[in-house]
């Protein structure tokens, strides 16, 4: 079993940036892919990014790509989501969830924490 805590969200205005931080216990993400995910008021949960955490193989929605990073840290067991040039249309509750593939959808991951709000304002 795997739990999964996110931080860093916020209110912020449009272009400035924000760090997420998922952390996990229980066990490490060594044998994981780490994934975020945003779901906005009324629209279906969106695909924001993942890691591979062994290889450290990244992938990144189109809509975030030279926006947002996703890196990790071994020492902390942290995964975090960069997000420089924030727009209004990111704001959403943004979710960081574990499995064993790199996928791009909800159900291929197994493990999920509660989610972050991230608000950005015009």
């Known amino acids: 079993q795997v739990q999964l805590v996110e931080s860093g969200g916020g209110l912020v205005q449009a272009g400035d940036s924000l760090r997420l931080s998922c952390v996990a216990s229980?066990?490490?993400?060594?044998?994981?892919?780490v994934g975020w995910f945003r779901q906005a008021p009324g629209k279906e949960r969106e695909f924001v990014g993942a890691?591979?955490?062994?290889?450290?193989?990244?992938s990144h929605a189109p809509s975030v790509k030279g926006r947002f990073t996703i890196s990790r840290d071994n020492a902390k067991n942290t995964v975090n989501l960069q997000m420089n040039s924030l727009k209004p249309e990111d704001t959403a509750i943004y979710s960081c969830?574990?499995?064993?593939?790199?996928?791009?959808?909800?159900?291929?991951?197994?493990?999920w924490g509660h989610g972050t709000q991230v608000t950005v304002s015009s």
């Open positions: 969830a574990a499995g064993d593939v790199l996928v791009t959808i909800p159900g291929g991951y197994d493990y």
């Open positions: 229980g066990r490490t993400f060594s044998r994981y892919v």
């Open positions: 890691i591979r955490w062994s290889s450290g193989v990244t």
